[in-house]
């Protein structure tokens, strides 16, 4: 056999299992060692709860990319500020929930993690500077110390001031974990150690929007200048230190995660001539995972005004001016005990997996301290067949006993490659049982009407679909929503429940047209509409659209992406939000209504590792009636509204050290 032959056999065979902790010994790239003096790198990294790899996102044609916020979510004005999607998403997990998940997209979160594996020590550095102070810093390091063990860190900052009163924002993330794996690749090990700091402003919205942001006085332009319902007067100050947050939520959160995995397998190798490389096939894996949480949530406003509490919240201050305080801690431990069997041990994605899970929870209100624990039992069935053209996956949760009792979760997902020209579909369904989130449980301190109320469990379930045409850049997606007993916020802190079912129906079009030889317009569209009586609103239509020029104009190592960008909601009844309970809440009186589209214009380029971003945000808002002004703000909650013009400059820089 020729050595050109014997070689690519060799990596075929290799390839098959590259990636899943089954290769021993320096066969892999990934693993055999370098020279340290090389310009190249093999980087990629996984999830997880993922075994595939997925490398570096080198793209620059979606800013969005790099922001904190997605494309499809609204917030209250400054970055930082609590977000809440635009599409209908109700959480589908069983289980303890404390409730808050208002600052979500600000937070790190275990199942986003991404462990690296590199041939050499690689960083990289975001920062990206907007108007009114606003300041992101995103860094990271990875190395592997070991060609079998990596670690990696990763520290971020976002500070903004805000456009308004009392919405300044301070969030810190910090991060490190670390992947290790035996030699003989029996043996691995997760670690993950994280922080968040979540501090975000609250003024309770604009005391009047149409008077102030309609009002003859130029003073009014900047938007600072115009009143609002809590905050006091604090003046505004761009001070990159202060972290001095008066009225609003602030969030702690830190987590300890580990992870061990054992395999027992056989042995294998290639021999080629002189060349020998090992190899395992695992057949049965004992996992065992351990995870400390301890979350503090608090709102804290030091300037209270007794009349704006009283009116709003049904909550009487000692003074006129007082400090309202709330706060709740949480500490969970779970131990998770769980075994694998692997119907073909050349394929590490297809798998059967049961386990065990059990929580203790202690919880701290102000009304004292209360214990809680949880025994749960899962199952996962995984196959992505070696041909890929089947990819299955199947996942049930049952809580036996303890705070989450007779909670549980079952989905289903089949995806199939028709063909590289047809595209592939995928089919799902999903199942949800769960208890109401900690904040309907009258023990809550976060639980501030006068009586309790016994809330039943929700009963969720979603069918999903949707069609893949990569060679067409489409993707057609549908989802259908049966809620039964849904839980919801009415006039700042009224808990409720639903008692009638009732439908959601969202149907997604992503496509890219191609508009000339460099020109393309990516188009999102979504539909919604809500089927029944139900204490439910969301826009009908959300539409994302970017026409750009994407190419290199001549230059050989330059990759540009400029254009515009444009976003519209259909007017509806937007939700409003409450500061004190840090939760967007259910009203039915005021339709919000666009102005005009979202409008930003953009130019985002590469040069080699250095990628840069300048984008001008909200240049809808340009209004020339009383001299020239970014003064038509869109409103996207009663008493908030969208700054006027943005701009943002972002640089982002990848090291091979």
């Given at each position: 056999m020729k050595a050109q032959e014997i070689l690519k056999n060799i990596g075929n065979?290799?390839?098959?299992?590259?990636?899943?902790?089954?290769?021993?010994?320096?066969?892999?790239?990934?693993?055999?060692?370098?020279?340290?003096?090389?310009?190249?790198?093999?980087?990629?990294?996984?999830?997880?709860?993922?075994?595939?790899?997925?490398l570096l996102d080198s793209t620059i044609d979606d800013f969005v990319k790099r922001y904190p916020i997605p494309a499809t979510f609204i917030y209250l004005g400054n970055t930082g500020n609590a977000t809440k999607s635009l599409l209908f998403s109700p959480k589908m997990q069983a289980g303890f929930d404390a409730g808050f998940h208002a600052f979500d997209n600000y937070i790190l979160q275990a199942d986003s993690v991404k462990f690296y594996n590199?041939?050499?020590?690689?960083?990289?550095?975001?920062?990206?500077?907007?108007?009114?102070?606003?300041?992101?810093?995103?860094?990271?390091?990875?190395?592997?110390?070991?060609?079998?063990?990596?670690?990696?860190?990763?520290?971020?900052?976002?500070?903004?001031?805000?456009?308004f009163k009392s919405q300044k924002t301070n969030h810190n993330n910090y991060l490190f974990n670390s992947l290790f794996a035996s030699h003989n690749r029996r043996y691995k090990n997760y670690f993950i150690i994280m922080g968040n700091s979540i501090q975000s402003g609250e003024n309770g919205g604009m005391i009047d929007t149409i008077n102030y942001l309609n009002h003859p006085n130029k003073a009014y332009n900047d938007r600072f200048n115009i009143p609002t319902k809590i905050g006091g007067d604090a003046d505004f100050s761009t001070n990159f230190f202060s972290t001095k947050i008066p009225t609003g939520n602030k969030y702690s959160l830190f987590a300890v995660y580990l992870r061990q995995q054992y395999d027992l397998g056989k042995k294998?190798?290639?021999?080629?001539?002189?060349?020998?490389?090992?190899?395992?096939?695992?057949?049965?894996?004992?996992?065992?995972?351990?995870?400390?949480?301890?979350?503090?949530?608090?709102?804290?406003?030091?300037?209270?005004?007794?009349?704006?509490?009283?009116?709003?919240?049904?909550?009487?201050?000692?003074?006129?001016?007082?400090?309202?305080?709330?706060?709740?801690?949480?500490?969970?431990?779970?131990?998770?005990?769980?075994?694998y069997q692997f119907p073909d041990s050349k394929n590490i994605e297809q798998y059967i997996k049961l386990g065990i899970t059990i929580q203790n929870l202690v919880g701290e209100f102000s009304g004292g301290k209360n214990n809680f624990y949880n025994l749960s039992g899962?199952?996962?069935?995984?196959?992505?067949?070696?041909?890929?053209?089947?990819?299955?996956?199947?996942?049930?949760?049952?809580?036996?006993?303890?705070?989450?009792?007779?909670?549980?979760?079952?989905?289903?997902?089949?995806?199939?490659?028709?063909?590289?020209?047809?595209?592939?579909?995928?089919?799902?369904?999903?199942?949800?049982?769960r208890t109401p989130s900690t904040i309907y449980d009258s023990r809550s301190s976060f639980y501030l009407m006068k009586t309790p109320t016994d809330f039943k469990k929700e009963n969720n379930t979603h069918l999903f679909a949707s069609y893949i045409l990569p060679s067409f850049r489409l993707k057609l997606s549908g989802h259908y929503y049966l809620m039964n007993n849904y839980t919801y916020i009415t006039n700042y802190f009224e808990l409720n429940q639903e008692s009638t079912l009732f439908n959601v129906l969202q149907i997604a079009l992503q496509k890219t047209f191609k508009i000339g030889k460099h020109w393309n317009w990516h188009a999102d569209v979504y539909f919604q509409q809500v089927v029944g009586n139900a204490p439910v609103h969301i826009p009908a239509i959300f539409t994302r659209h970017r026409i750009a020029y994407e190419?290199?104009?001549?230059?050989?190592?330059?990759?540009?992406?400029?254009?515009?960008?444009?976003?519209?909601?259909?007017?509806?009844?937007?939700?409003?939000?409450?500061?004190?309970?840090?939760?967007?809440?259910?009203?039915?009186?005021?339709?919000?209504?666009?102005?005009?589209?979202?409008?930003?214009?953009y130019i985002n380029f590469r040069i080699r590792p250095f990628k840069a971003f300048i984008r001008a945000e909200n240049l809808n808002t340009a209004r020339f009636a009383k001299g020239f002004a970014f003064t038509g703000?869109?409103?996207?909650?009663?008493?908030?509204?969208?700054?006027?013009?943005?701009?943002?400059?972002?640089?982002?820089?990848?090291?091979?050290?």
């Open positions: 065979k290799v390839n098959r299992v590259r990636g899943t902790g089954s290769v021993i010994g320096q066969g892999s790239d990934s693993l055999r060692h370098r020279n340290k003096f090389e310009d190249s790198i093999t980087i990629y990294y996984s999830y997880l709860n993922r075994t595939n790899r997925q590199t041939t050499r020590p690689y960083s990289e550095i975001n920062y990206q500077l907007a108007s009114r102070a606003e300041q992101i810093i995103d860094l990271v390091h990875t190395q592997n110390i070991k060609p079998d063990w990596n670690v990696a860190v990763r520290y971020r900052l976002i500070n903004a001031p805000g456009f294998d190798s290639i021999v080629s001539d002189s060349t020998i490389i090992p190899l395992f096939y695992p057949r049965i894996r004992f996992e065992h995972s351990f995870s400390y949480n301890r979350n503090q949530f608090v709102f804290e406003d030091n300037r209270a005004d007794s009349v704006y509490y009283k009116t709003y919240y049904d909550t009487t201050l000692a003074q006129k001016t007082d400090t309202f305080h709330l706060q709740e801690k949480w500490k969970i431990l779970t131990n998770d005990f769980s075994i899962h199952a996962t069935y995984r196959n992505k067949t070696k041909n890929q053209l089947w990819d299955i996956e199947a996942d049930g949760r049952l809580y036996f006993t303890g705070m989450n009792a007779g909670d549980y979760q079952a989905s289903i997902s089949l995806q199939r490659l028709l063909s590289n020209k047809i595209g592939s579909l995928q089919l799902g369904f999903e199942n949800t049982s190419g290199n104009l001549g230059f050989k190592n330059l990759h540009i992406a400029m254009g515009a960008e444009l976003k519209y909601r259909s007017n509806y009844k937007a939700d409003n939000y409450s500061p004190v309970l840090g939760q967007y809440f259910y009203q039915d009186s005021l339709v919000i209504k666009n102005r005009l589209p979202d409008i930003a214009a703000n869109n409103l996207i909650a009663p008493g908030y509204a969208l700054p006027g013009l943005v701009i943002r400059v972002g640089v982002y820089w990848s090291f091979v050290n």
